[in-house]
């Protein structure tokens, strides 16, 4: 059974950090797409990030420079780290993994799997 356990959300102040982990099981991890997602309310979920099996990353324009996705194959997790944060990064982020084409196409519907989220809130 795939299971996709995010962590690190929180609330912070703007201008402030967070780190999400995301810890993989029962997953191919290491032949997988992964990515972060986000979904504030009433808006629709959009790519945050995306990083193939051989560590090539996209990110979304708005985030660039800004957040930084990694992963650890050894221990089967997922990172994304964010700086700088802004109000507007208030929202509900979802790790997710999909096979290789969902990285190029870095649609959400291409994302099989996902983790159940974790939310992150930045104050003004």
């Known amino acids: 059974q795939v299971q996709l356990v995010e962590s690190g959300g929180g609330s912070v102040q703007a201008g402030g950090s967070l780190r999400l982990s995301c810890a993989a099981s029962g997953i191919a991890y290491r032949s997988v797409c992964l990515g972060w997602f986000r979904q504030a309310p009433g808006k629709e979920r959009e790519a945050v990030a995306t990083i193939s099996s051989g560590g090539v990353t996209s990110y979304k324009d708005s985030m660039k420079g800004r957040v930084t996705i990694s992963r650890a194959n050894t221990q089967e997790t997922l990172y994304l780290q964010m700086n700088s944060l802004k109000p507007e990064d208030t929202a509900m982020y979802y790790c997710?993994?999909?096979?290789?084409?969902?990285?190029?196409?870095?649609?959400?519907?291409?994302?099989?799997?996902w983790g159940r989220g974790t939310q992150v809130t930045v104050s003004s």
């Open positions: 997710a993994a999909g096979f290789a084409f969902a990285c190029y196409s870095g649609s959400s519907t291409d994302f099989r799997y």
